[in-house]
């Protein structure tokens, strides 16, 4: 694995990065650890958090994917670690933390305390990435910068960062950053795959220009890129459960994820990566990292298996021919998870 930067903070951190959002739902306590464990022994530097984690949430798991990684991180050096978390936010109705009276605004007050219970999960001091889960564009974004600034003097966080922000946020951020002299985002972690490339674009401009790194999630399409939905919807996959049982909201996020045109992206894709000798999964997390505004990709995993898989890909590097046959797949089938013209399984 290649070492990067978030942004200009400073922190160099490994170019995957571990995600846990499956820890306290899919995965037990145990089985998180296990696959810490592993992702750690493997040279995984960089672990990636959210207070409202496990998904899908739920009242009664908030909060608990952060304790798990805590009691991890009392077994290893707390500075080989660079961990990161996140406010959940307004949430834009997806979900409504059971804490702080239900409150999600960006300020100063809910910022504090959401760090301070974060910092008490995750049994640590300090952390090395705090990022905003969803925006909150009701407010004006120096009054967060200015609250997540006092926080950074205070020594608890070391850089901060956005998460599921559009081009004008991210940019309406820096702008205020650096009109009253506060702190950057130094990351935006956004939605980035080979089902969903809109990134390259706009927000890949912006990183390039202002030094803000991306830190792509669900590169693998929320599970579409490993091909397991292409014989149907496997049992306990968290999409076959959200258009099985899920509300509207995670019906509809399933269904943009788990279409005709993303299934067939997926199959021309898997057809690309058997030619290459390798899974699609490798090839989906390769190709991602392989970005020059990408600083690490966000890696997620149910079983030790499933990141070994991940991981075949850390040293993988795809040729130019390869990334033209990709690019050609896309030209054919643009921006497949796209919402309209969508067809539900």
């Not at 990067?4 to 995600?19: F, P």
């Not at 905003?132 to 910068?145: F, G, K, Q, V």
């Not at 046959?325 to 497949?336: G, H, K, M, V, Y």
């Amino acid at each position: 694995m290649q070492r990067r930067t978030l942004g200009t903070s400073g922190i160099a951190v490994t170019d995957i990065c571990m995600g846990t959002m499956t820890f306290g739902s899919q995965c037990d306590e145990v089985l998180s650890h296990r696959i810490l464990d592993c992702a750690f022994d493997a040279g995984i530097e960089f672990y990636d958090a959210a207070e409202m984690y496990p998904v899908p949430p739920q009242k009664e798991t908030f909060g608990r994917t952060e304790e798990i990684v805590g009691t991890w991180l009392q077994t290893k050096p707390r500075e080989q670690v660079i961990l990161a978390t996140k406010i959940t936010g307004p949430g834009h109705g997806w979900f409504t933390p059971p804490v702080r009276g239900g409150r999600t605004a960006l300020d100063a007050h809910q910022i504090k305390l959401a760090l301070e219970e974060s910092l008490r999960r995750l049994r640590t001091d300090y952390i090395d990435l705090y990022q905003t889960h969803w925006p909150d564009h009701s407010m004006r974004y120096e009054d967060t910068l200015a609250a997540l600034t006092r926080l950074i003097e205070q020594g608890k966080i070391r850089a901060i960062g956005c998460s599921n922000e559009t081009c004008w946020g991210v940019m309406k951020s820096l702008w205020a950053a650096d009109n009253h002299k506060l702190a950057r985002y130094n990351t935006v972690q956004n939605n980035f795959s080979l089902i969903n490339r809109r990134c390259e674009s706009e927000l890949a401009q912006v990183c390039r220009r202002e030094m803000v790194s991306l830190l792509p999630y669900s590169p693998l399409g929320g599970g579409v890129l490993t091909g397991k939905y292409n014989s149907g919807l496997p049992s306990g996959a968290r999409f076959t459960d959200y258009l099985q049982s899920g509300g509207p909201r995670q019906k509809m996020m399933a269904a943009r994820f788990v279409n005709s045109r993303t299934l067939e992206t997926a199959n021309r894709l898997s057809v690309v990566a058997r030619e290459l000798g390798i899974s699609l999964t490798a090839l989906a997390v390769a190709w991602s990292r392989q970005h020059d505004f990408v600083a690490s990709t966000i890696i997620g995993a149910t079983s030790v298996e499933q990141l070994e898989e991940s991981l075949n890909a850390r040293d993988l590097i795809l040729d130019e021919s390869t990334l033209q046959l990709i690019d050609d797949i896309d030209a054919e089938i643009p921006n497949p998870m796209r919402e309209d013209g969508l067809r539900r399984l």
